[in-house]
Each structure stands twice: as structure tokens, then as C-alpha cells.
């Protein structure tokens, strides 16, 4: 069974940066969609980035585009979260989590949204943003 382990996790400044790192078990190379998500107490988990290996194409959540960067390496079965620009509010748990499925619309492949199509999660790594 494949594993993921985040690390880069911990507290800042706001306007500070922090660089998740999501490492695999496996081989990621085929891996369709990888992405992150983050959740605070007593809110639905949100999905703050994604990736497609199809074309590469990227998927951000409106409040991070511009201050947040998804990428991966294959060569070390890793894929990051760069974020940077921090604000309070991006203090959440972060997961990464992979998964084979995508969605056909308006023209494009790209990863599906929803949570629960990602069939293997890590264990989640605290970030936390002092004003």
C-alpha cells in the first residue's frame, strides 16, 4: 500500500513562506492527479491545489492563486506546495493526496475536486500563520 508523508509544516509570519513536501512510497510517474488540501477545526476540508501529469496543468483555490505554486519531482516520488505570502488565514492542517481520477469539461482534462475521488491521503501537517 502506498504511503505519503508531508513534511515542511510549522508556524510563520504572515508573509512568511513555507514549503510542503508530499513524498510517496511508489513511483509517482503515473500517478493522474495529485493535490493538497487543508482543513480547520469545524470546516469542510478544502482543496487548495491540484495537478494533472496529463498536460501538467495546475488547479488553484481563488484564495491562494498567485501565492501558492503545486509541482512535483518524479525523480524523488515528491510533489510540493510552495506557499508563499502567508496569511492567518491559510492556519489549517494540509494533506496531500493522489489520485487516478479526472474530468472532461469545456474542453480540457483536468483532476476531479472532490475529496472523496482521492483514494490515498497522508497524514496531514500543521501550518500556522501569525498576524
Known amino acids: 500500500e502506498v504511503q505519503l508523508v508531508e513534511s515542511g509544516g510549522g508556524a510563520v509570519q504572515a508573509g512568511g513562506s513555507l514549503r510542503l513536501s508530499c513524498s510517496a512510497s511508489?513511483?509517482?510517474?503515473?500517478?493522474?492527479?495529485m493535490a493538497w488540501f487543508r482543513q480547520v477545526p469545524g470546516k469542510e476540508r478544502e482543496g487548495v491545489a491540484r495537478?494533472?501529469?496529463?498536460?501538467?496543468?495546475?488547479y488553484y483555490t481563488d484564495s491562494v492563486k498567485g501565492r501558492f505554486t503545486i509541482s512535483k519531482d518524479n525523480t524523488k516520488n515528491t510533489w510540493y506546495l510552495l506557499m508563499n505570502d502567508l496569511k492567518p488565514e491559510d492556519s489549517a492542517t494540509y494533506y496531500c493526496?493522489?489520485?487516478?481520477?479526472?474530468?472532461?469539461?469545456?474542453?480540457?482534462?483536468?483532476?476531479?475536486?472532490?475529496?472523496?475521488?482521492?483514494?490515498?491521503w497522508g497524514q496531514g501537517i500543521q501550518v500556522t500563520v501569525d498576524s
Open positions: 493526496a493522489k489520485g487516478p481520477w479526472r474530468v472532461y469539461s469545456r474542453g480540457s482534462w483536468s483532476c476531479v475536486p472532490e475529496d472523496g475521488q482521492y483514494n490515498t
Open positions: 511508489e513511483n509517482i510517474a503515473r500517478t493522474a492527479c
Open positions: 495537478f494533472y501529469v496529463g498536460d501538467g496543468s495546475t
